[in-house]
């Protein structure tokens, strides 16, 4: 069974870094694509990229260019998801998923972590 | 960037009844690579359709899905408790790829 299962919510105040880890299982982590998906409070998706682990080549959409960098860690079949210097308006539940080979949506989706940035 | 807007913004039915949700395009989605996903709250999106009108895995075929070019449909139909839900359209024929805003599918 593909399973995809992140690490839990966390606060953090402004400026301060972080690094959400999603972990893959069931499936061969390095032969697909990984998509991350931000949900800001009440509101809808946006796609923030996608990262390939066998050899890191990663995407970033526009938006989010420069302000959030993605990694892997193959040996544990584990994606991260990183910010050097969190603001307010990171405040979000951040989704990571499993690309569809050859398409560019989700079939498989971690179950969400919830980042607060508060001061 | 193409813009995905969706329509109704909010749908009111009951359980029974047919559900058509639709999401219109700013350009044309290539080779009609748009998916549907349902989203319950707390809870991750779910995968219900991709290539416009191909059922996931698991998928009742209550749920189809139909369009090509700028308008594509969602249908519902004899809709389920377990139905009312936000439904997300997603396009990845262009990047960057796009969401459209939800249809938010309540119980009447």
């Known amino acids: 069974e593909v399973q995809l299962v992140q690490s839990g919510a966390e606060v953090k105040k402004p400026g301060e870094s972080l690094k959400i880890s999603c972990k893959g299982s069931g499936y061969s982590f390095t032969s697909f694509w990984i998509g991350w998906v931000r949900q800001m409070p009440g509101k809808g998706l946006e796609w923030m990229g996608l990262i390939y682990p066998r050899d890191s080549d990663s995407t970033y959409m526009p938006s989010f260019q420069g302000h959030v960098t993605f990694s892997v860690d193959k040996s544990i079949s584990t994606a991260y998801l990183q910010w050097d210097s969190l603001k307010a308006s990171d405040t979000a539940t951040y989704y990571c998923?499993?690309?569809?080979?050859?398409?560019?949506?989700?079939?498989?989706w971690g179950q969400g972590t919830l980042v607060t940035v508060s001061s | 960037e193409i813009v995905l807007t969706q329509s109704p913004g909010t749908l009111s039915l009951s359980p029974g009844e047919r559900a058509t949700l639709f999401c219109g395009a700013s350009q044309s989605v290539k080779y009609s690579n748009l998916a549907w996903y349902q989203q319950k709250p707390g809870q991750a999106p779910r995968l219900l359709i991709d290539?416009?009108?191909r059922r996931a895995t698991g998928i009742p075929d209550r749920f189809s899905g139909s369009g090509s070019g700028t308008d594509f449909t969602l249908t519902i139909t004899r809709l389920e408790p377990d139905d009312f839900a936000v439904y997300f359209c997603q396009q990845y024929g262009s990047s960057p790829w796009t969401f459209g805003q939800g249809t938010n599918l309540e119980i009447k």
């Open positions: 290539g416009a009108s």
């Open positions: 998923g499993r690309v569809r080979a050859g398409g560019g949506h989700l079939e498989y």
